[in-house]
T-cell receptor
Framework: GAVVSQHPSWVICKSGTSVKIECRSL??????MFWYRQFPKQSLMLMAT?????????EQGVEKDKFLINHASLTLSTLTVTSAHPEDSSFYIC??????????FGQGTRLTVV | AQRVTQPEKLLSVFKGAPVELKCNYS??????LFWYVQYSRQRLQLLLR??SRESIKGFTADLNKGETSFHLKKPFAQEEDSAMYYC???????????FGTGTQLKVEL
């Protein structure tokens, strides 16, 4: 299957700072990328959908000014958590798909805000 | 609104026993249903989809529109089947997936 890579795999940041997470499709062009958040022992909750070259579509209840998503190229999308707080600590997962075909998942990024 | 329900958080079976992971959904149109698996310390990966009608690693799942269910079954559980299983639904166009809460399958020797 196709490979989707997230970087970093884990990050610790201070409260009030911003942190950027990258999601790359390594061997295919990702026309759509999805960002999920997963709390311990809970399901994946879709945060937003981004199409290359367009503004991201956020799910209800997700603050777009706090979770900035950029999908500037067909192989890269970034999620920036701005002014992070301890409650933003979570596991963030991206997935990528080409047109409407199967979505492939990244390995996830563990964010801890201290 | 679309919803996926997996009633069991944990399912423990003995090796060689049959397995059935339950999944029910709520969706007004014609959904696409999927099962994803996450082995320990690995990323989420697609196990099977209802439109393929295939058996992967001995697992099958049949979409029952009358009961709005998409249960995952395997006749004889293997130790390597121990993992987290998520049922997911895609509907309304696009590639957006709605996930259930997941079921941890533990196969004991």
């Amino acid at each position: 299957g196709a490979v989707v890579s997230q970087h970093p795999s884990w990050v610790i940041c201070k409260s009030g700072t911003s942190v950027k997470i990258e999601c790359r499709s390594l061997d295919f062009q990702a026309t759509t990328m999805f960002w999920y958040r997963q709390f311990p022992k809970q399901s994946l909750m879709l945060m937003a959908t981004s199409n290359e070259g367009s503004k991201a579509t956020y799910e209800q209840g997700v603050e777009k000014d706090k979770f900035l998503i950029n999908h500037a190229s067909l192989t890269l999308s970034t999620l920036t958590v701005t002014s992070a707080h301890p409650e933003d600590s979570s596991f963030y997962i991206c997935s990528a798909s080409h047109l409407n075909t199967e979505a492939f998942f990244g390995q996830g990024t563990r964010l801890t805000v201290v | 609104a679309q919803r996926v329900t997996q009633p069991e958080k944990l399912l423990s079976v003995f090796k060689g026993a049959p397995v059935e992971l339950k999944c029910n959904y709520s969706y007004s149109g014609s959904p696409e249903l999927f099962w994803y698996v996450q082995y320990s310390r690995q990323r989420l990966q697609l196990l099977l989809r209802h439109i393929s009608r295939e058996s992967i690693k001995g697992f099958t799942a049949d979409l029952n529109k009358g009961e709005t269910s998409f249960h995952l079954k395997k006749p004889f559980a293997q130790e390597e089947d121990s993992a987290m299983y998520y049922c997911a639904l895609k509907g309304g166009g696009g590639n957006k997936l709605t996930f259930g809460t997941g079921t941890q399958l533990k196969v004991e020797l």
